[in-house]
């Protein structure tokens, strides 16, 4: 099996807090709205507009998304709050008015309705601050990252949730969101997205949730199972313990999802929930589907999913799997119309479309993602003319891969991987790192010229890297991707290429060198 059991989660860099407060409130703009409707039980009960409608206003700190919401004319007054930059603790304070009820530890969206948070510009990120949905409908998040928030250490925050809902929650379409930990509850965090107390009518859509002992759930007690209709599609769960997510009681429709490196168990169904999973794609885990940790069942409807290296546990009193041939054993309908991506094509789609600042991309309904769509920008953006030649290309390498004859190392290697798999011409093996981020070394024995690599991998994941002269640690390179990468030509022994970020664990399949 090629995942790696649990693997070092992806630490996050996070930056100083700053202890300026910004609290001037930019001034309304024209209306404005989400980017495209939502589909799933978000479009049920009435449907979710979010602040359709009405006024748009633009937020760079925590204390500004506070303002807004409290300077409307009452609690129910539409707004769309457009987010750019970096939302922490050092720049979120609680605001108070008649229509708002805030707090300073979280973005805290409280007995309200009608509000649309979007991330524009160069991007929105809440760094180590959740966003708490209580008593409040009809609310949209689309195109943000919430990344390392906290129930223990510090700061804490929402109870260690990126986006929680509790208590008497209607109508919410989460889209396009990045959602990810560093680690599990013995680190410090929760689950990513989690319902309970009364939730529902819920779509979570296009989203990548990553590097967390828990992906999320819907009920927080064998008791609490009021909560329920709420639909997850074309979302990316990866390098996840569990809860992907975990049903206590109420009804989930589950499809189109891409889930990779499950380490103990998925879709947990249990204490009478119902779930409609189909059309899905499951690689590298375990335990994918079924009731896991209760004597308490729940019920599951199957078709048309893909399990690609997936083990199962035997069952046992408080463990029962749905596979190793999952069929179904409750039937569940849904009141709303929706398109099915086959399951083949379901990993490279979403790998295309979901999470922030992906364009906010969707399929067209047969395994294509639509042209990428820009949410508005912060201010218009300047109008250039069209280049007259195309821009130049890096020509391929050429002469002998020097790698083929030569030795490899490396930092860490996932389970089923290897180092040399890198240098032995053969695209169909590959090294992966055991997280998303390590690096991989070409040796010999005596003193080799290069002055050209090319990395070939499989997954399009790697988003920064370093090449290092390994004999002295010089950089000879650093940029972004992959593919042929050109420095000074350089007399050296080994040398490394260290991914330094990544979208999800790279698969390098080959390390080429060359002279010129």
């Known amino acids: 099996m ?127 601050l959740g966003i708490h949905i209580r008593d409040s409908r009809n609310i949209i998040i689309q195109n943000v990252t919430v990344r390392n928030v906290k129930k223990s250490g510090s700061p804490t925050s929402n109870g260690g949730d990126a986006i929680g809902m509790e208590s008497t929650v209607r109508n919410v379409w989460v889209d396009h969101v990045t959602l990810e930990a560093s680690g599990g509850e013995s680190e410090g965090y929760d689950g990513l997205f989690d319902m309970k107390d009364d939730t529902q009518y819920v779509t979570l859509s296009y989203s990548t949730l990553r590097n967390s002992g828990r992906g999320g759930l819907i009920g927080s007690s064998e008791s609490d199972t009021g909560n329920g209709f709420i639909t997850f599609h074309h979302n990316r769960y990866e390098n996840i313990d569990s809860r992907t997510p975990l049903l206590r009681g109420g009804i989930a429709h589950i499809f189109n999802n891409y889930y990779y490196d499950l380490h103990e168990s998925g879709i947990n169904s249990r204490a009478g929930a119902r779930a409609k999973v189909e059309n899905n794609y499951f690689e590298d885990s375990k335990d994918v589907l079924g009731t896991f940790y209760t004597d308490q069942p729940g019920y599951w409807q199957v078709a048309g999913n893909v399990f690609d290296n997936v083990t199962w546990s035997s069952p046992g009193d408080d463990n029962q799997p749905a596979g190793p041939n999952p069929t179904s054993n409750t039937s569940v309908s849904v009141p709303y119309s929706y398109r099915l991506d086959g399951a083949s094509c379901v990993p490279a789609l979403v790998r295309q479309t979901a999470g922030a600042n992906t364009g906010i991309r969707t399929s067209d309904g047969s395994c294509t993602p639509t042209n990428p769509t820009t949410p508005p920008p912060s201010t218009p953006p300047p109008t250039t003319p069209p280049p007259t030649t195309p821009p130049p290309t890096t020509p391929p390498p050429s002469g002998t891969n020097l790698s083929l004859n030569a030795g490899a190392d490396g930092s860490s290697k996932a389970s089923g991987t290897s180092y040399g798999n890198v240098k032995d011409g053969n695209q169909s093996t590959y090294w992966s790192p055991s997280g998303s981020t390590g690096s991989i070394s070409i040796k010999w024995g005596s003193a080799t010229t290069i002055a050209r690599i090319n990395i070939r991998e499989t997954t399009g994941a790697i988003s920064a890297y370093r090449v290092l002269n390994a004999d002295t640690g010089a950089v000879l390179k650093s940029g972004s991707g992959a593919g042929v990468i050109i420095f000074t030509a350089t007399s050296l022994k080994k040398v490394t290429f260290e991914i330094t970020a990544a979208s999800t664990a790279p698969r390098v399949t080959e390390f080429e060198t060359y002279t010129s």
């Open 2 to 128: 090629r995942r790696t059991g649990r693997r070092a989660l992806m630490a996050l860099t996070t930056g100083a807090v700053g202890a300026a407060i910004v609290v001037a409130l930019p001034l309304p703009q024209a209306s404005a709205a989400a980017v495209g409707t939502a589909t799933g039980y978000a479009s049920s009960n009435g449907g979710t507009t979010g602040g359709n409608g009405g006024a748009t206003v633009r937020a760079t700190t925590g204390t500004q998304i506070h303002q807004a919401l409290c300077s409307r004319a009452s609690s129910s007054t539409p707004i769309t709050i457009e987010v750019s930059g970096t939302i922490n603790h050092g720049n979120t304070t609680k605001v108070s008015g008649d229509s708002c009820n805030t707090a300073a530890d979280r973005i805290e969206l409280k007995e309200i309705s009608n509000v649309t948070i979007i991330g524009v510009g160069s991007g929105a990120v809440f760094d180590q």
